[in-house]
């Protein structure tokens, strides 16, 4: 979209290190950036995929679609060859929906004992 703020981008999270992210590495494009945080009605995109790239172009989707501007997301996390892969796409709810990152942390140290 262009306009009074040039091209816009939509980046396809909440997550405040991933934008910061995303507009360093994208810094020299000339692009103005918005994020979910722009769109609080939007609420929530479920991550439900069971993979990475299917839980980024669904969030890009919802995103584009909602906004009518495109959109750019990521999703990752950390999988373990020695627990078959695991945590994967449930990274972030390793250790439940309330988890957190010392309680995510917790729970692995424990299953690779």
Do not use: Q, W
Not at 20 to 40: M, T
Not at 63 to 75: F, G, M, T
């Amino acid at each position: 979209m262009e306009g009074s703020r040039g091209r816009t981008l939509v980046l396809a999270t909440k997550n405040r290190g991933k934008i910061r992210e995303f507009s360093r590495a994208l810094a020299g494009l000339g692009l103005h950036f918005l994020s979910l945080h722009d769109f609080p009605a939007l609420g929530p995109i479920e991550e439900n995929g069971s993979t990475f790239l299917e839980n980024a172009c669904k969030k890009a989707v919802v995103a584009a679609r909602y906004s009518n501007l495109p959109a750019l997301a990521d999703d990752s996390g950390l999988e373990v060859d020695y627990l078959g892969g695991a945590p994967g796409v449930l990274s972030a709810r390793f250790s439940g929906s309330e988890g957190d990152d010392a309680a995510n942390n917790r729970k692995l140290l424990r299953l690779l004992a």
